[in-house]
């Protein structure tokens, strides 16, 4: 059931309580390159061609409106600005910041463009609503001279999921995001439309400041310049920590990322933790009874907020059930014996949240979500022995090829597929085809067509862009990702616990397996005391080690030193005794991620 394109109820709260825009909505980093450009989506305004889904394209009309917002009297959002919005709250003497976007040059356009319509307010406040980067990267273009002692607030187990999810895995998670979010695509009818949750991400730099505050259970009240917020902890829903808040004298109603005008994902393409949609379905429920009555609207760091009472219950209800619909029949069909791609195949929703435009697959989708919770409960194992032990893409291609009788066949039958309209067919044949033999170009120009034709149907924009961008890379080549989340400034933020785990993460263990090293690490800048030794390939981090041990070096230096060393800055400014060559033997072992692995070729 497709939801009814006559109701603009969506365009008229998007555009309600519009104050001022950019002209043109453009911003350029120190050196000048180009680091957002909403110009670039003029199209938009335009008819649906037959290039894209009209609800799709409906959803990219929404996302692209930028500039500044009044929410209610004292709370305005920056939209169209970068993927998620920056909120700004007025409190006696200053502003609150809310989740300042993802780069430093996005954040302080957009403070400047509020300052320009409401006049200078130093920023007397942040809160990171949860622990994606697109939430927190921008704090150093609001608080430009770094915190002082300006509070940030941010829920309880925030910073340690920050760092997991975008420095642990961060070189996996950036390639794949540059699919996710179509980075690389052009704008335009053919190309990249928006990613659902917003139009794009910026490319400028990320930072973090770590919070000062910890959020550690709901009802959780805090005074931050004279402004009263209670608090509802959400931990597993949409992030590993995330937060929902009240503004009681305004009566508004901060939603964080729990409840967006799409359905979101369970797990992310780019890669996460798999959400519990359980959870998130219950917390969604303790909001709407927690809150009621005590709100006028509801907004959250992304899309548009909701007016009135009786809409916002609306608005929640349908969201909760989505998510505990999703999860119990998949559930229920999972114990009838179903996998995740075939409870996935036929999983209608119920018509009213079928029919609801807010519930719609932009973001995440049934399809991958479904999958998603089947991983969540019984892992990667679909249960059928073959699966145990399959052979990787390659081996598994070249014997496939072998057996439907070589390159020249499968393209024939894949065309056939292809003309017959099975596009999902054709891809799979034809991305056996190049596993094979990469250099056969008339298979990767056919699956390049193929996976054009299937993200011009797609309404899900992360899909489209996965599709667009595959079919970029057969003919074009891999394109490194534009956004590197492993900043400097977000290292400067890690504990020092977080950043040898960092360096473990990146030991080459066959070539560790025969090198032994111990050392010694005293650190001034914060004062504490760690041993760290290599061992059978794996690095082992001892803190204030408690035994006495010959060790082979030691160091004497603050944590900022330790992430030069980590970012090949050398040892400069470090006390070394013993034998400084050891060092070389740990960093040497250091392998650097490679950002532009390839994803649909081998």
């Not at 619909?325 to 075939?342: A, K, S, V």
């Not at 056996?432 to 699956?447: M, Q, R, Y």
Request: glycine letters at 8%; aromatic letters at 10%; hydrophobic letters at 40%.
């Amino acid at each position: 059931m497709t939801p009814d394109f006559s109701d603009i109820t969506d365009f008229e709260d998007a555009n309600r309580g519009f104050v001022d825009r950019l002209d043109p909505c453009t911003v350029t980093d120190e050196d000048g390159r180009v680091v957002w450009d909403m110009q670039e989506y003029s199209f938009l305004a335009g008819d649906c061609p037959d290039t894209a889904d009209p609800s799709l394209w409906r959803q990219s009309q929404l996302c692209a409106k930028d500039g500044l917002y009044e929410v209610t009297e004292g709370i305005y959002q920056v939209r169209g600005l970068d993927l998620s919005n920056m909120t700004i709250v007025e409190g006696e003497a200053g502003v609150i910041v809310i989740d300042p976007l993802i780069s430093r040059e996005t954040a302080a356009a957009g403070l400047a463009l509020y300052r320009r319509n409401r006049g200078y307010r130093p920023v007397t406040g942040v809160i990171y609503t949860h622990s994606h980067a697109d939430h927190f990267g921008g704090v150093k273009g609001v608080l430009p001279n770094g915190r002082g002692d300006v509070p940030i607030l941010a829920p309880e187990g925030f910073l340690e999921h920050a760092i997991s999810e975008n420095i642990y895995a961060g070189a996996a998670m950036s390639r794949r995001a540059s699919y996710m979010y179509g980075a690389m695509l052009p704008k335009g009818p053919d190309g990249h439309l928006s990613a659902g949750l917003g139009t794009t991400t910026s490319t400028g730099v990320p930072g973090l400041l770590p919070p000062t505050v910890d959020i550690t259970h709901t009802g959780q009240v805090e005074i931050l310049d004279g402004i009263r917020i209670i608090f509802q902890m959400t931990p597993g829903t949409e992030a590993p920590a995330e937060m929902n808040f009240l503004f009681a004298d305004q009566r508004a109603l901060c939603m964080a990322e729990n409840a967006t005008h799409n359905m979101h994902n369970l797990l992310t393409l780019r890669g996460a933790l798999v959400r519990d949609p359980r959870t998130w379905s219950r917390y969604l429920d303790q909001a709407i009874e927690m809150f009621d009555g005590d709100y006028d609207v509801a907004f959250a760091s992304h899309h548009w907020p909701t007016w009135g009472r009786d809409r916002v219950v609306t608005y929640l209800s349908q969201q909760r059930d989505l998510y505990q619909y999703l999860h119990d029949q998949t559930l229920r069909m999972l114990n009838t014996g179903m996998t995740g791609i075939e409870i996935a195949e036929d999983f209608p929703l119920p018509p009213a949240l079928e029919s609801a435009w807010h519930a719609r697959g932009y973001y995440g989708s049934v399809s991958h979500n479904v999958k998603a919770i089947y991983q969540r409960y019984m892992g990667w194992f679909d249960g059928n022995p073959s699966s145990l032990w399959q052979h990787p893409p390659e081996d598994a291609a070249t014997r496939y090829v072998e057996c439907m009788g070589g390159q020249d066949e499968v393209r024939t039958k894949a065309k056939q597929y292809f003309d017959e309209g099975d596009l999902r067919f054709a891809a799979e044949l034809l991305k056996h085809a190049v596993f094979a033999d990469p250099s056969d170009g008339e298979a990767k120009e056919l699956l390049a067509r193929t996976y054009q034709r299937l993200g011009f149907g797609s309404e899900n924009a992360t899909w489209r862009n996965f599709y667009l961008t595959g079919a970029l890379e057969l003919r074009g080549g891999i394109v490194p990702p534009p956004l590197q989340t492993v900043a400097v400034d977000m290292l400067g933020a890690l504990t020092i616990d977080q950043i040898f785990d960092s360096m473990a993460l990146r030991i080459n263990g066959p070539r560790a397996w025969d090198k032994s090293l111990v050392a010694e690490w005293h650190f001034t800048d914060p004062e504490a005391h760690y041993r760290t030794t290599l061992s059978n390939g794996a690095l082992i981090q001892t803190v204030s080690p408690r035994t006495s041990v010959q060790a082979d070096v030691t160091l004497t230096l603050t944590k900022m030193q330790l992430v030069g060393l980590f970012t090949g800055k050398g040892a400069e400014g470090i006390q070394v005794t013993g034998d400084p060559s050891k060092l070389l033997v740990l960093t040497e072992l250091l392998d650097v991620p490679d950002p532009a692995f390839p994803i649909v070729t081998p």
